[in-house]
Every structure is written in C-alpha cells, then in structure tokens.
Nanobody, 128 residues
Framework: QVQLVNSGGGLVQAGDSLRLSCAASEITFTISRYAMGWFRQAPGTEREFVAALSRSGSSTSYADSVKGRFTISRDNAKNTVYLQMNSLKPEDTAVYYC???????????????????WGQGTQVTVSS
C-alpha cells in the first residue's frame, strides 16, 4: 500500500513560516498523476480542508482561513508536494495531512472523502 510521507512540522511563534513536505513512499507513485490536497485536524475537531492542487497543477483552492498566507505547490523532479505556510497564527495549530486522489480531471478536490491516499500527519504548533 502506497503511503505519503509528511514532514516539516514543528513548534513556531505567531508570524513565523513553515514549509511542509509530502513525498510518496514508493518511487513508482508519481505525484504529478494525482490531485493533491492538504488537510488539518486540531484536537476535538474534524479534519478540515486547507489547500488543494489539481493534477495538472494549473488550479489551486484554499480554505478562506488560510487564503493569502498558505501556498500549495509541487516539484515534479522531487516527486513532492509542499505547503508553504506564512504568517502563522495560533489557530493554525493542528496535525497536517497530505492526501492524493487518482483522477484525469484537472480540478481540485476539497473533501476528505475525495482522497484515497493519506500521509501520517505532521504536527504544527504555533505559540502566541
């Protein structure tokens, strides 16, 4: 079973930046053939959508709470998807998960049930 490996989380102060990474555990899993998404889950809450990237890379979507601060991107040569997080706030504290969906459509997907493959999550903690 292919897995996505999340990394890059940590403890930062409000206003700082972090970049999360998401790579496939198997070299045969080509991330550029999938629509990708980032989700997060804080304690006691449901997993929520953060950002999405279409398979073609031409379309992105963001939750209103992160729009203008977070950027999703992909490096095909490294077979890795990133989530650049700037101007972090305490309310961004959560476990962040990347996800992949096999599709031929060049659209973004914003629901957890759309995705097939998930990373193990990486903790992001923002102190005030």
């Amino acid at each position: 079973q292919v897995q996505l490996v999340n990394s890059g989380g940590g403890l930062v102060q409000a206003g700082d930046s972090l970049r999360l990474s998401c790579a496939a555990s198997e070299i045969t899993f080509t991330i550029s053939r999938y629509a990708m998404g980032w989700f997060r889950q804080a304690p006691g809450t449901e997993r929520e959508f953060v950002a999405a990237l279409s398979r073609s890379g031409s379309s992105t979507s963001y939750a209103d709470s992160v729009k203008g601060r977070f950027t999703i991107s992909r490096d095909n040569a490294k077979n890795t998807v990133y989530l650049q997080m700037n101007s972090l706030k305490p309310e961004d504290t959560a476990v962040y998960y990347c996800a992949a969906k096999g599709t031929i459509a060049s659209v973004t997907f914003t629901h957890t049930y759309d995705y097939t493959y998930w990373g193990q999550g990486t903790q992001v903690t923002v102190s005030s």
